[in-house]
């Protein structure tokens, strides 16, 4: 009966956490194809409505307009190459709030790059210059690619290659993720024995891809 319910509760926490990998890998997915700004005629000439391109298929022209104001705004289709494939009317309106490109909110309007050797250990953090590039829905003013300052990577000096050790050889008894600060779901994995071998599994595979890390949200050092 204890077995049973050890099992049980194994292979629910394998769920949760395999559909947290999933949906965490569909999003970077989403942010690594949304920030194409290449304005080729692989990216513009598609077909589909020309009111349904992305904003670097287009010449959008904003009206005089206070900050944050929902205004109408006029577009044209952008002809590369003397070809077009959508279809529809080329010169059309849209509504947009009225904002240069750098002004939008993080991974909602725009993503940046990061500088994964940009690693700090105290305060204040130092700042990197990152490369931003606006998505394809997102309508604004000025250039859609911009510089910004971001704060370098925040570790406490947690190793992955430890962790990754910790996790092949005693994942089964919640090493990896005691090490890791994980304190609840450390006890969990320590009492059903790693799920009987899926949840250790499923941790070697999540600290390989670098899903799994510290509690406290820094980076490995690697």
């Given at each position: 009966m204890l077995i049973s319910r050890l099992v049980m509760l194994a292979l629910s926490m394998e769920s949760v956490f395999f559909c947290a990998l999933v949906c965490?890998?569909?999003a970077r997915l989403v942010i690594c194809s949304s920030c194409n700004n290449d304005t080729s005629n692989a990216t513009c000439?598609?077909?589909t409505a020309c009111s349904d391109l992305g904003g670097e298929c287009l010449d959008c022209s904003f009206p005089e307009c206070k900050y944050g104001q929902t205004v109408e705004v006029s577009c044209t289709v952008k002809i590369f190459n003397n070809t077009i494939n959508c279809s529809g009317e080329m010169m059309f309106e849209r509504d947009a709030v009225c904002q240069f490109c750098y002004q939008g909110q993080e991974y909602q309007d725009y993503v940046c790059g990061?500088?994964?050797?940009?690693t700090v250990r105290r305060t204040p953090r130092s700042t990197y210059r990152a490369l931003c590039c606006a998505k394809p829905e997102f309508l604004c003013m000025g250039n859609r690619t911009f510089y910004k300052r971001k704060l370098c990577n925040f570790t406490t000096g947690k190793r992955w290659t430890t962790t990754m050790l910790l996790s092949i050889t005693l994942g089964g008894f919640g090493i990896d993720r005691f090490y890791l600060e994980q304190w609840g779901s450390a006890v969990g994995k320590l009492v059903s024995f790693g799920g009987l071998g899926v949840w250790t599994i499923l941790?070697?595979?999540?600290?390989?891809t670098g899903y799994?890390?510290?509690a406290d949200g820094s980076l490995y050092i690697y």
């Open positions: 965490t890998l569909g000439n598609v077909t990061n500088d994964s050797d940009c941790d070697v595979i999540l600290v390989a799994l890390g510290p």
